[in-house]
C-alpha cells in the first residue's frame, strides 16, 4: 500500500532485552516523526528527521533509546536494555515536507509489551 | 509549562445530533492547529489543519473554530453516524515542525 508502514505491529520482550522498531514512511516524504502513546496518555514526541539534516532528538526519554534513518527513507528506532516502562505503543509518522503546515501520516503503530 | 486539555470523559451523542470537542490550551500561541481521527489499534488520521488567522474552517460534516483570545478550539461533527464513533485528538503546532498532542476525546455515537 501507499501508506506509512511499521513492524512489527506487536512485539513482546523481556526485561534487559534489545528491541528494533522499523518504519517504513511513504514514498518521497522527507519528513518523519516517532511518537510513544501510552495508555491515556497524549502522543510523546520522540526524534524528527528531515531530509539530510541533522535529527532533532530532544524527546527520546534516556540514552536507551536511539534512532536513524537510512538513505532518507527506512527509520529504526531502537530501545536498548528494555524497562517495563517502556511499554506502549510507538508511533511513526512521516510528512512531504518539514514543517507544521504539513498533514503527518501515520502507521499503525507498533505495541511493545515489556514483561 | 505548555499544556493542552481535552475531555478525558467520553462524550456519548445520540444519531444525528451535533457532536463538539473542546480543545484548550494554555502557555502558548501556536500558529496552527489540526485534529485527527483515531480508531481503536490504528494511528491517527488527520482531518482538518486551521491557521491562528482563520477562525473558522469546514470540511464536510466537520467544523473547526480556533478562538486564540480563549486559547481554545472547538471541533464539531453535525448530524453524527455510529462510524464517527473514535478517539478525537487536537494536536498544536510547537516551533517550525512540532506538534503537541492532546490526550483525546472518546466520542461514541449511540444509534
Known amino acids: 500500500g501507499a501508506g506509512v508502514s511499521q513492524s512489527p505491529s506487536n512485539k513482546v520482550t523481556e526485561k534487559g532485552k534489545d528491541v528494533e522498531l522499523r518504519c517504513d514512511p511513504i514514498s518521497g516524504h522527507t519528513a518523519l516523526y516517532w511518537y510513544r502513546q501510552s495508555l491515556g496518555q497524549g502522543l510523546e514526541f520522540l526524534i524528527y528527521f528531515q531530509g539530510n539534516s541533522a535529527p532533532d532528538k530532544s524527546g527520546l526519554p534516556s540514552d536507551r533509546f536511539s534512532a536513524e534513518r537510512t538513505g532518507g527513507s527506512v527509520s529504526t528506532l531502537t530501545i536498548q536494555r528494555t524497562q517495563q516502562e517502556d511499554s506502549a505503543v510507538y508511533l511513526c509518522?512521516?510528512?512531504?515536507?518539514?514543517?507544521?503546515?504539513?498533514?503527518?501520516?501515520f502507521g499503525a503503530g507498533t505495541r511493545l509489551s515489556v514483561l | 509549562s505548555q499544556k493542552i486539555e481535552q475531555n478525558s470523559e467520553a462524550l456519548n451523542i445520540q444519531e444525528g445530533k451535533t457532536a463538539t470537542l473542546t480543545c484548550n490550551y494554555t502557555n502558548y500561541s501556536p500558529a496552527y492547529l489540526q485534529w485527527y481521527r483515531q480508531d481503536p489499534g490504528r494511528g491517527p488520521v488527520f482531518l482538518l489543519l486551521?491557521?491562528?488567522?482563520?477562525k473558522e474552517k469546514r470540511k464536510e460534516r466537520l467544523k473547526v473554530t480556533f478562538d486564540t483570545t480563549l486559547k481554545q478550539s472547538l471541533f464539531h461533527i453535525t448530524a453524527s453516524q455510529p462510524a464517527d464513533s473514535a478517539t478525537y485528538l487536537c494536536a498544536l503546532a510547537s516551533g517550525t515542525y512540532k506538534y503537541i498532542f492532546g490526550t483525546g476525546t472518546r466520542l461514541k455515537v449511540l444509534a
Open positions: 509518522a512521516s510528512s512531504l515536507e518539514g514543517g507544521v503546515g504539513n498533514i503527518q501520516y
Open positions: 486551521i491557521r491562528e488567522n482563520e
